[in-house]
């Protein structure tokens, strides 16, 4: 006993050192002040908006350096890198997409970056190493985001990243001979490719390129039709719509090639649909669905009729069928009507019809004629969440992606006409998954709502109210926090941390209503669900104050940013990431604007007066002992912006007084972290987790 309490001695010593020793960089303020209805809002660190200065480079090189010290002086910190990198030790797979006959899938190789392209002619042939996208770049930060083969399968269009930008370039190869194409198009953001004859269709931005691209507002989305071989500036144009700049588009042709379906959207969810005679492309487009309130996705092409998945008139989804010649609402005809599990998604395979539920935020999936008549569940075992299925009408294959907490995604084949269930890929892992349990508790948030909440831990963890505990949680934009495998976590798990992961509001595990309790007005829901969510762990004797620890990236950054200052007390480590910080001017950058059916917008008078009270960057406060803090960005985030982290940590730095450290950490040639490399991600995590580790009184 007495050398535990030594052991921990030494810690809080240590911790007081390292705070006390540190110094950091000086950061100008400025007196810039805004008015808002007649409230005057102070932003002295306004300048560092500009993430292209030449001050704000210097301040991120000395913020860099600061952190780098203070974690250079933990002494476990390389050996930390190491294990994480030994767990990280496996080959992962992606899901396998239709190219004519034959297959493409992804395979992310242990000691690589980015994921190779792989190559199956059919499912009797052995895969052929097809495209290895490490070579685009020395260091591995160009990627490709999306692979699209075309129906014959003799092209393939590729959506090119670099840094981890959203601003994406379209190449394109001759399946066959892997020729590349001579086009490069460019000015690509949040498009879809949509092949049809020999071309297809693409949403740009007008690019000026002597902007700052990374933070100005995107406007002005058009709709072109790129035909190979030839130049982007011969590209037609299919459609824009001036007097809506704020708008995005997105396309899709159907399965036999008569029709183009447009969608565009105003925000985060909620779509109208227009369709395009591509038999007679004179016609018009006709709009299928009006205004913006619903979300309605394409599925597939069932007798000529169009099926869609849709929350119109049903909060927990439906699939609902559209004439194409007879589309009036009057005409439309429910394949599967709403049930009291969450509808998540859908897929054609062969003449099945595949449907995604989500019961409890775990994937339930089931098997329907195209009648809608019930023929059976698909098993697929415990916890999990499926993250993707592939399907086509001509074929009698269907590819399943499911994962869990503890290990990555094993990838499903099911034959549709003998209902059998095939492993095509699954991973060898180099520790025992049986070690882990998981389980789901229901708590309950301050108003009586009750919310369901995944704990993972190894197995015989004691109650004790000791073990060292993450919260991790997100609450926004109608996304489900549903089992998913995050390697960076084992380090945790295997040192007896606990990791729980509540459903909180905001998400879509309960459906659009679920998602609607945790916007705008009722944003407050969602912190005070996670803050319950931390009582239960500590009421139920999991942990204690001091060794709690909250996470959370992007809209799970503003999640963790809001908490952290609403109930310091509760939580000794705050880790926002790639966070929302500065609620009153998120939709002046890139693609933010679309973020206000979720947050609102400072430009009303009421809803700025719900976005001030918890806005982080706006609500830090002195005299408060908050919790240790390690905020994260990428110096490329055109997303959330990297200046949000960058106001928020200098404000941090500059209003607390106590010991405990308040630190940022901004990655170079990174962006919000999609297709991060495999090197960066495991520096990155590790120097989170070290940080983690000492601040809870953890080694290894």
């Not at 004629?369 to 969440?385: A, E, Q, W, Y």
């Not at 940013?561 to 705050?574: D, N, S």
Request: contains cysteine.
């Amino acid at each position: 006993m007495k050398r535990i309490l030594l052991f921990l001695l030494i810690i809080l010593n240590s911790t007081t050192l390292f705070a006390q020793s540190m110094k950091y960089p000086s950061t100008r303020r400025t007196e810039v002040v805004d008015n808002y209805f007649g409230q005057f809002v102070y932003d002295p660190y306004r300048w560092m908006e500009d993430d292209r200065a030449a001050e704000t480079e210097q301040w991120v090189k000395d913020e860099n350096s600061v952190t780098n010290a203070y974690l250079d002086k933990i002494p476990f910190r390389q050996a930390l890198k190491d294990s994480m990198k030994a767990l990280w030790n496996f080959n992962s797979y992606s899901l396998p997409f239709r190219a004519g006959k034959s297959y493409f899938y992804y395979r992310q190789e242990a000691n690589q970056n980015q994921p190779l392209l792989f190559y199956i002619r059919s499912l009797e042939y052995v895969p052929m190493s097809y495209f290895d996208q490490n070579k685009l770049s020395a260091d591995g930060t160009t990627h490709f985001t999306e692979t699209t083969a075309s129906e014959d399968g003799f092209h393939i269009a590729f959506q090119v990243s670099y840094a981890g930008s959203d601003w994406n370039e379209i190449r394109i190869k001759e399946s066959k001979t892997m020729k590349t194409l001579p086009e490069v198009l460019k000015g690509i953001k949040f498009s879809s490719t949509a092949w049809y004859q020999d071309g297809f269709f693409y949403s740009r931005y007008d690019v000026d390129t002597t902007k700052a691209i990374y933070t100005l507002k995107n406007e002005n989305h058009k709709v072109f039709y790129h035909k190979l071989y030839s130049e982007q500036s011969q590209d037609s144009l299919v459609y824009e719509d001036k007097e809506h700049p704020l708008r995005n588009f997105s396309t899709t042709v159907t399965e036999d090639n008569n029709y183009l379906l447009l969608f565009s959207s105003e925000a985060t969810s909620g779509n109208n649909v227009m369709l395009q005679d591509l038999n007679n492309p004179k016609k018009n487009l006709i709009t299928v669905v009006k205004g913006f309130e619903y979300d309605f996705s394409y599925i597939g092409t069932v007798r000529g009729k169009l099926l869609f998945i849709t929350n119109y008139k049903a909060p927990q989804n439906r699939l609902v069928l559209i004439d194409p010649k007879s589309p009036s609402e009057s005409n439309w005809k429910d394949l599967i009507p709403e049930s009291k599990e969450s509808m998540k998604d859908a897929t054609l395979a062969l003449d099945k019809l595949i449907v995604h539920y989500m019961k409890d935020a775990s994937s339930q999936l089931k098997e329907y004629d195209f009648n809608g008549v019930f023929k059976g569940n698909i098993n697929l075992g415990s916890i999990g969440t499926v993250d993707g299925l592939s399907g086509s009408v001509k074929d009698t294959n269907l590819f399943i992606s499911f994962t869990n907490f503890v290990s990555p995604a094993i990838i499903y084949r099911y034959n549709v006409v003998t209902s059998r269930l095939f492993n095509q890929f699954k991973s060898q892992l180099p520790y025992d998954v049986n070690q882990f349990e998981t389980k789901q508790v229901f708590y309950t948030s301050k108003d009586g709502t009750k919310i369901p909440m995944f704990i993972v831990h190894k197995k015989g963890v004691q109650l004790d109210r000791n073990n060292p505990t993450l919260l991790f949680g997100y609450g926004g934009f109608n996304i489900s926090k549903t089992p998913e495998f995050k390697p960076e976590r084992l380090v945790f798990l295997m040192k007896g941390g606990v990791l729980a992961v509540p459903c909180i509001r905001g998400g879509g595990e309960y459906g659009s209503k679920w998602h609607e309790a945790g916007t705008q007005l009722k944003k407050q829901n969602v912190f005070d669900d996670f803050i319950a969510a931390a009582e239960y762990l500590i009421n139920n004797k999991y942990t204690n104050p001091t060794k709690l620890a909250i996470s959370g990236r992007s809209n799970g950054g503003l999640l963790v940013g809001a908490v952290m200052l609403q109930r310091p007390e509760l939580f000794k480590v705050a880790l926002p990431a790639v966070g929302v910080m500065d609620m009153l001017r998120y939709h002046k950058f890139t693609i933010g604007w679309s973020w206000k059916g979720d947050y609102g917008s400072s430009d009303d008078s009421l809803q700025f007066s719900n976005l001030i009270k918890y806005s982080p960057l706006h609500n830090i406060k002195e005299n408060v002992q908050y919790p240790c803090t390690f905020v994260t960005t990428g110096d490329h985030d055109d997303r959330v912006v990297p200046a949000h982290s960058f106001k928020f940590a200098a404000t941090l730095q500059n209003k607390y007084k106590g010991e405990r450290p308040m630190l940022i950490r901004i990655d170079s040639n990174a962006g919000h972290g999609a297709g991060k490399p495999k090197f960066k991600l495991i520096d990155e995590q590790a120097d989170i987790f070290t940080f983690l580790f000492y601040n809870l009184g953890m080694s290894l």
